[in-house]
C-alpha cells in the first residue's frame, strides 16, 4: 500500500485492517499524510476502560489488506479522541533507557561464546564489559578464552565464586553453543521493548509525526541480519579476534609454518632442476619464497582482508612457469648457471606484468561486484576443485615411498579424528597439533629407517625420496642469508611471457577467492564483504609484485592447505598466523 492509495483513507471511515507484521484492528480514519505516508487511527479499548480511546500511527505500506465497514456517524469530531502525550513521551524515554541499558550488555569485538558466557553470567551476579574483559561483581575479571583460569583479581571468596559459577553456565552453555548462531535472546531483548501493537520503524515515524525529537536508539528489525546457518565452522575453540594464551599459538603458529614449508620445498625441487640449477640455487629459492611468504602472510592479515589466510607459493603459476622454461630464446645457454638466471629474469619479468591485473581488479572494486553473486553455495566448487587439484602433487609423492607416506597419513587421522574422542577433557591437545606430532614421529621413523641400512639395496630414485640424507638442501644452503629485490640481476619482458603469467594469476584470483571464504568460514569470522574480499585481492596482487622482484620463480595465492589447517585446530585466531609468517621470515634468514 502506498501514498497514491490515500484516496481510499478517507477521513471518518471505518476500517478493518491487517498489517504486514500480522496484527488486525477496527478503526475510524483520523487523517492521512501523503507527504509521510503515515495514517492516522483512532482504534476502540476492550469494554469496561472508559470512553478513551488508542490513536494508532501506521505507516500505509505496512497495510496488507483492508476492508471498508462503514461511515461514522460524526466523521469530523475527532476533538473527542485522547492522545496521551505524557504517557507516550515517558514510553519512549523507557524504550530508550532499555536499549541503551541492552546495548551495553553487548561486548564489541568479542566471539558469539563470550557474549554467552557474559548473559549467562549476568543471570546470578552484577556484570559489566570492560573493552573484551568480563568484569563481575567490580572486582572479579574474567579474560579470554575464558574459562576458570582466566578468572583474576578480587576477593579470594570472590574469585572462588565466580569460578564456580563459570564453570557450571560453561557446561550449561557448551551443551548447545555453536559458533554459528547469534544470541538471538540477547538481540530479541533490544529489539523486543516496544509494545506488540506497532513496529520499531512505525513507533518511531510515528513519535516523530507528532513533533517528538527521537533519538534513533531503536534497532530496526530489517537491521538486525544474523549471521547464515551453518555458515560458520561449528565449536570453534578460538575465533579471528580471541588469540590462545601465547606457548599454544606459538606452537599452532609453527605448525602453520610447517604445513606451507611441503609446498615451499616442493615447488623449487621441481622447478629448479627444469632451469639448470643445483642444491645451491634450490636453497636460495627455497629461502626466497619463504621470506616473500612471512612478508605477504603479514601485510594480508594486517591490511588485506585480515582473516588467519597464509599466502605461499602457489602451484596455480607451475604449468606457466615450466612453459616459460623451455621458452625456445633459452635454449642456446649452455652455462647451467647462467641459463638458470636468465629463466628466473624471465620469470620475475612475467610476474612484475602479471601482478598487475590482481592489482588493479582488486583495488578498483571491479572483483566486488563479481564477490556479490558469490554465495556459500557458488564457493563450494571453487574451494573443492581447489582442494581437489592438490591431488595430483600430493598422493603421487606418497605412493613413491609407501612405507612413510601411509604411516603420516594414518597417523594425522588418528591423531586428529579419533584420539580426542578416547580422551574426556576439554584440553584439545592431539586434534590441535596433530600435524606436529605425526611429522615428528614419522620423520623419527624414516631417519631410523635410513641409519639402520633399510634402503641400502633399493633404486636410486626410492632412495633419493625415502631417505632423510638424500636431499642435499641443509649442506648448499648457507647460515645466514637475507633474500633482497633482484638478487638474480635485472628483470627481462616478453609479452608472451608475461600474457601466460597474466593467465595464471587470474586462475590464482579465482583459487583464492574461494580459499578466503573457506578462511573466513572456519576462522568463525562473518560472511566476507564482497569490498573487503577485493581489497584482499589487490594486496595478493601486491604480493605477486614482491615474487617477481625478489625472484620466487613463482607466483603466490592462498594456502589451501593452511586453510584446511584451520578447520582441522578449529582455530582461527590471526595471530596464530602472524606468528607463523614470523616462523617463516625466520628460518627464510637462517638457511641451516
Not at 582466566?150 to 565466580?162: D, F, I, K, L, Y
Not at 649452455?334 to 582488486?362: D, H, W, Y
Amino acid at each position: 500500500m502506498d501514498a497514491n492509495s490515500g484516496e481510499e483513507f478517507a477521513v471518518g471511515c471505518l476500517l478493518s485492517i491487517k498489517t504486514t507484521l500480522g496484527d488486525e484492528f477496527e478503526g475510524q480514519v483520523i487523517t492521512f499524510d501523503r507527504s509521510s505516508n503515515i495514517l492516522a487511527i483512532q482504534e476502540g479499548l476492550k469494554s469496561g476502560s472508559g470512553p478513551r480511546r488508542n490513536i494508532r500511527l501506521l505507516k500505509a505500506n505496512y497495510v496488507k489488506e483492508f476492508s471498508f465497514l462503514g461511515q461514522a456517524e460524526d466523521p469530523l469530531d475527532v476533538k473527542k479522541c485522547y492522545l496521551d502525550l505524557t504517557s507516550l513521551q515517558a514510553r519512549e524515554e523507557s524504550a530508550i533507557r532499555e536499549a541503551e541499558i541492552a546495548a551495553e550488555r553487548i561486548g564489541v569485538g568479542v566471539t558469539v561464546e563470550a557474549q554467552s558466557i557474559f548473559d549467562a553470567l549476568s543471570k546470578t551476579l552484577p556484570v559489566r564489559w570492560d573493552k573484551t574483559v568480563i568484569v563481575v561483581m567490580n572486582e572479579v575479571r574474567v579474560s579470554s578464552p575464558y574459562l576458570s583460569e582466566s578468572v583474576t583479581g578480587g576477593t579470594p571468596a570472590a574469585n572462588e565464586r565466580v569460578r564456580k559459577v563459570l564453570e557450571l553456565e560453561r557446561k550449561s552453555i557448551l551443551r548447545y553453543f555453536t559458533c554459528d548462531v547469534l544470541p538471538g535472546d540477547h538481540w530479541r531483548r533490544l529489539s523486543g521493548f516496544i509494545c506488540r501493537s506497532v513496529s520499531h520503524t512505525e513507533l518511531f515515524w510515528g513519535l516523530r509525526y507528532l513533533g517528538f525529537s527521537v533519538r534513533r536508539a531503536f534497532v530496526l528489525r530489517d537491521e538486525l541480519v544474523p549471521h547464515p546457518v551453518k555458515d560458520q565452522l561449528p565449536n570453534v575453540s578460538y575465533c579471528i579476534t580471541s588469540p590462545p594464551p601465547w606457548p599454544e599459538a606459538i606452537l599452532l603458529g609453527f605448525q602453520h609454518y610447517l604445513v606451507m614449508l611441503g609446498t615451499t620445498v616442493l615447488i623449487p625441487s621441481t622447478l629448479v632442476p627444469q632451469m639448470g640449477g643445483g642444491n645451491e640455487e634450490k636453497a636460495k629459492m627455497i629461502q626466497t619464497l619463504l621470506f616473500v611468504a612471512g612478508l605477504n602472510t603479514l601485510t594480508q592479515t594486517l591490511f588485506g582482508t585480515r582473516l588467519p589466510a597464509v599466502i605461499g607459493g602457489s602451484f596455480t603459476f607451475v604449468p606457466t612457469t615450466l612453459s616459460i622454461i623451455l621458452a625456445g630464446r633459452y635454449s642456446d645457454v649452455l652455462n647451467p648457471q647462467e641459463k638458470f638466471e636468465k629463466i628466473m629474469r624471465g620469470i620475475q619479468g612475467a610476474l612484475i606484468v602479471a601482478s598487475t591485473l590482481q592489482i588493479v581488479i582488486g583495488f578498483s572494486g571491479l572483483w566486488r561486484n563479481v564477490a556479490r553473486f558469490l554465495s556459500p553455495l557458488s564457493a563450494v566448487p571453487l574451494v573443492a576443485l581447489t582442494g581437489f587439484g592438490l591431488y595430483e602433487f600430493g598422493f603421487p609423492l606418497l605412493a613413491k615411498c609407501v612405507e612413510i607416506g601411509v604411516p603420516q597419513l594414518i597417523f594425522l587421522i588418528i591423531f586428529s579424528q579419533y584420539i580426542p574422542h578416547l580422551m574426556s577433557g576439554e584440553r584439545h591437545v592431539f586434534d590441535r597439533f596433530a600435524v606436529i606430532f605425526s611429522v615428528v614421529i614419522v620423520w623419527i621413523y624414516a631417519h631410523l629407517l635410513t641409519v639402520g641400512g633399510a634402503y641400502k639395496n633399493t633404486p636410486t630414485k626410492t632412495q633419493t625420496s625415502c631417505r632423510t640424507d638424500r636431499a642435499g638442501l641443509i649442506g648448499a644452503a648457507p647460515w645466514i642469508r637475507v633474500p633482497y629485490p633482484f638478487q638474480w640481476g635485472a628483470p627481462t619482458f616478453d609479452a608472451g611471457e608475461a600474457f601466460a603469467m597474466m593467465a595464471a594469476s587470474f586462475v590464482a584470483l579465482v583459487e583464492s577467492t574461494g580459499a578466503f571464504i573457506a578462511v573466513s568460514r572456519y576462522a568463525s569470522a562473518t560472511p566476507l564483504p564482497p569490498s573487503i574480499l577485493s581489497r584482499g585481492v589487490g594486496w595478493q596482487g601486491v604480493g605477486i609484485l614482491f615474487s617477481g622482484i625478489f625472484g620466487t620463480g613463482n607466483g603466490s595465492s592462498v594456502s589451501v592447505e593452511n586453510a584446511g589447517l584451520l578447520a582441522l585446530t578449529r582455530v582461527g585466531s590471526r595471530r596464530v598466523v602472524q606468528i607463523s609468517a614470523g616462523f617463516m621470515i625466520f628460518f627464510s634468514i637462517l638457511g641451516k
